[in-house]
């Protein structure tokens, strides 16, 4: 019985199982649209405030203030803060800055030519030369130049409409390296309700030489006419991409040169662009370096630059509002991803990538590449209701139940049979049954006193009572009890069955 019942429900479940819709499509690969909403363009520069004290002639105090560039690239966010991660040498410099400003007031004041660079120049003019060295620094009590300088940092998200002031951020760590990671937070607004989005970030760089990698960033501001350049790119050989050396780049079929290819856009803007892994589509390194030879760190630097800094990454309500339609979308399911589209445009209303997918999946939707549709219109077998397997499993239980019992049934012995009566009961039945014609007939009292006496401790058993001949001769006129309507007997003064008195 225990090995029918097991088959029956194995049966039943494998039913069941198969009826079941298939599991959801992992999360495909190769994409970097999980990144790109989170890509910044990153533009520092030195705000120099110069006072000249020109006593050559008369005493004059001339003031000037200069924004002089210091570098611009790309940067990730990494919490819904704002908080981004980009290349040190993008924020600050080697040059003096002001050495510039002490050449440009006395180029400007004194109408001299000295060459607008970060060089301490000497002039023909004596007097000038001498007033010209007091500027530069480091000040001192005879200093003819008061120069007092900030650094102001500026990150443009990729929104739509465009932002044309940026938002303002503080300058948290920077590497000892120029291509070291260096750690920003927003000083005032941060854009959207609920944060910004952000980039997640891989635990490791692949070790295999040749994984496809993705590096996406700015040539410029982000707007209507500056959209996110990406570019395809391989891991060539090396570690995890350390700051010193760094990780380069290698095309397996040696048909791009890439580390030239990826130079020219560092050079452009992409410095410190995100390399984005093609397995799952984090983070797993910035671009560095330039010129002919553009390399990558790796994410671990990047993860130890932002703990030093005291910024945890983390992801937000927008990342996973937009990871969810993102994944209905490259599944093909375009009915389903749009509404989530629409979700992450509420949270974050400049959301370029998701404004672009959800108009895609408004266009696809119940058309023919639509994967939810055609699933509506022709179901897969395995989308039959579950009814009719539940009703296969029952009759599996029950059949299976039934069996047992008449396998059970035939392995009784025959004196269990319930059909055949105790031995004890048919034997004394017998004797009942040939002793009872024997005596002469019982007169009419007689049969009224009789009792039957029935024991529960017994089966329940019939006791054929024994059967009564009068002739009309000997039968009296019949009495019958007032109260329980029992036959009375002619000499009795009560009844014999219910005790009451017959004379009332």
Not at 98 to 109: D, L
Not at 148 to 158: E, H, K, L, S, Y
Not at 283 to 291: D, P, T, Y
Not at 433 to 452: F, I, W
């Amino acid at each position: 019985m225990a090995r029918l019942t097991a088959l029956a429900g194995g049966a039943a479940v494998a039913l069941v199982l198969f009826a079941l819709p298939a599991a959801a499509h992992e999360h495909p690969s190769g994409i970097t649209d999980l990144v790109t909403p989170a890509v910044v363009r990153v533009e520092a520069s030195s705000h120099v405030e110069i006072t000249l004290l020109d006593h050559v002639g008369e005493l004059l105090h001339v003031e000037r203030s200069y924004d002089i560039p210091i570098g611009v690239g790309t940067g990730i966010v990494v919490n819904p803060e704002g908080a981004v991660v980009t290349l040190t040498r993008v924020v600050k410099t080697d040059k003096d800055v002001a050495v510039y400003a002490a050449n440009k007031i006395y180029a400007e004041h004194h109408k001299v030519k000295i060459p607008l660079d970060y060089e301490r120049h000497k002039l023909k003019d004596p007097l000038l030369q001498h007033h010209l060295k007091e500027c530069y620094p480091p000040k001192t009590s005879v200093s003819t130049c008061i120069i007092n300088v900030t650094t102001n940092v500026t990150i443009f998200p990729n929104v739509s409409p465009a932002d044309p002031k940026g938002l303002k951020a503080d300058i948290v760590k920077v590497g000892a390296q120029p291509d070291s990671p260096a750690v920003l937070v927003p000083s005032g607004r941060v854009v959207g309700s609920v944060g910004m989005p952000t980039a997640p970030l891989a635990d490791k760089v692949p070790d295999q030489q040749g994984s496809p990698t993705n590096v996406a960033g700015f040539t410029d501001r982000p707007g209507a006419n500056v959209k996110e350049t990406v570019e395809i790119a391989h891991l060539g050989k090396g570690g995890g991409g350390g700051q010193d050396t760094g990780r380069q780049f290698s095309d397996p079929e040696k048909k791009v040169d890439e580390p030239v290819k990826l130079g020219a856009l560092a050079d452009r803007g992409l410095l410190g662009a995100p390399v984005i892994g093609d397995k799952d589509g984090h983070v797993i390194g910035m671009l560095i370096g330039g010129g002919k030879d553009a390399r990558m760190i790796g994410v671990r630097e990047i993860l130890a630059a932002l703990a030093k800094a005291g910024v945890a990454p983390r992801r937000g309500a927008i990342d996973a509002a937009f990871e969810a339609a993102l994944t209905r979308y490259h599944t093909k399911y375009y009915t389903e991803a749009a509404p989530g589209f629409q979700r992450v445009l509420e949270l974050y209303p400049g959301n370029v990538v998701a404004a672009n997918l959800l108009k895609t999946s408004l266009q696809k939707r119940g058309g023919p590449e639509d994967a939810g549709s055609k699933q509506a219109v022709a179901p897969a077998p395995r989308s039959m209701p579950l009814w009719p397997f539940i009703v296969a499993a029952a009759v599996l239980f029950v059949a299976a139940g039934a069996g047992a019992f008449l396998l059970w049934r035939r392995r009784r012995t025959p004196e269990e049979k319930p059909d055949q009566p105790p031995p004890l009961v048919a034997a004394a039945a017998a004797a009942a049954v040939s002793s009872a014609p024997t005596s002469p007939p019982l007169s009419l009292d007689e049969g009224a006193n009789q009792t039957v006496v029935v024991r529960r401790s017994q089966p329940f058993q019939v006791i054929p009572k024994q059967q009564q001949v009068l002739t009309e001769q000997d039968q009296p006129s019949v009495k019958y009890c007032t109260a329980c309507g029992m036959r009375l007997g002619a000499a009795h003064r009560f009844c014999g069955y219910c005790g009451h008195p017959i004379e009332t």
